[in-house]
């Protein structure tokens, strides 16, 4: 995730049936689908880890009944819609701030061809407060606000991102939206945050009221392009002492590797968020301050047949572009599953199970 006290160290462990995949066996074509002129195929590719630290992920790989997740009586984000508010904070491009739009727009768009990512949201939706009331399946941007001169500098703390909130709800007059709303603080290429590219690549966590006014969910992404793709833009690049001997980086679906592979973290965060957003709801674990939430429990797994070092079924075009998912205005994407409290396992609309 995600909390603040997110370094804890978790054994990686493989419980997948799925994971009789031999690890010798090269990875091969597995089907082609039935998709006219698109030539798409599916495939399973084996890459090496991503190297953070991430001997501090917190990886259950596939499904397992030794995965304790408990609701604790906090609430979720059940009011209809979720309303977004986006701070961009930094340099910008205007492309890279339409493909995450796209993105956070294709969770409510039910007119994308399946698997879509309206298909992948239904899994956050499954977690209810204790009233019975599910995570809401609409999503909305509510408001934007762009912080392009770097008001509290580029170097962030998981302090100041909360003034950064503070100044962003003043200078864009977003209203206190207790009920509906969140914040999402996404950081340009050329800004640090605290245990970025070592131990985080997002995080979430909730305003102090003394800092901010009012109490509210946030998340943070940072864009990693130039600082630390391979680890937080994987499997779209890979540390360098690790790319021989196997199929390489694979290409990310919209030709931008930072913000490809941003856009799959901020689907983490939000789906941890909506079932968790005062870390009070749904995780595993005894620690509320280092909580391992239904994102955590996916890291990494993007299809069928994931774990021990195969990210999944995803499917590629002809020009080897990878995704597992479709959005709005035929955008495609790579975004990990995340932990489905029916099933006890790791879900999403591409599965072939």
Request: charged content about 15%; proline content about 7%.
């Amino acid at each position: 995730m995600s909390s603040p006290a997110i370094i804890l160290f978790f054994t990686l462990f493989s419980i997948s049936s799925s994971l009789a995949l031999s690890q010798t066996k090269k990875p091969t074509t597995l089907q082609t689908l039935n998709v006219p002129a698109a030539e798409i195929k599916m495939v399973n590719p084996k890459l090496p880890p991503r190297s953070l630290s991430l001997t501090s992920s917190k990886r259950y790989e596939g499904s397992s009944d030794l995965v304790h997740l408990r609701y604790h009586m906090g609430p979720v984000l059940s009011s209809s819609p979720i309303n977004i508010y986006v701070i961009w904070y930094g340099r910008w491009s205007r492309p890279h701030k339409a493909l995450i739009r796209d993105f956070l727009n294709s969770i409510s768009d039910a007119k994308a061809p399946s698997p879509s990512v309206a298909e992948w949201w239904r899994t956050a939706t499954l977690y209810t407060d204790q009233t019975g009331a599910n995570v809401s399946r609409s999503v909305l941007i509510a408001g934007e606000y762009s912080d392009a001169k770097y008001s509290h500098g580029q170097h962030l703390t998981r302090l100041s991102i909360q003034e950064v909130i503070a100044s962003a709800a003043r200078s864009a007059s977003f209203p206190v939206d207790h009920k509906n709303g969140m914040y999402l603080v996404l950081t340009s290429h050329d800004v640090t945050m605290q245990d970025f590219c070592r131990a985080v690549c997002g995080f979430h966590y909730f305003t102090f009221p003394s800092m901010v006014g009012y109490t509210m969910p946030y998340a943070w992404v940072g864009q990693s392009g130039k600082q630390c793709p391979e680890v937080c833009a994987y499997p779209f690049a890979l540390p360098g002492y690790m790319g021989h001997g196997g199929p390489g980086e694979l290409r990310p679906p919209n030709g931008e590797t930072g913000v490809d592979g941003m856009v799959s973290v901020i689907g983490h965060e939000l789906a941890e968020v909506v079932s968790n957003p005062l870390i009070n709801a749904w995780y595993a674990g005894e620690d509320p301050t280092a909580p391992t939430e239904i994102g955590d429990l996916c890291e990494g797994l993007y299809g069928t047949g994931g774990g021990g070092g195969y990210i999944g079924q995803v499917m590629q075009d002809r020009g080897g572009k990878t995704f597992n998912m479709n959005g709005k205005g035929g955008r495609k994407f790579l975004v990990q599953w995340i932990w489905n409290p029916n099933l006890k396992a790791c879900s999403g609309p591409n599965s072939v199970d």
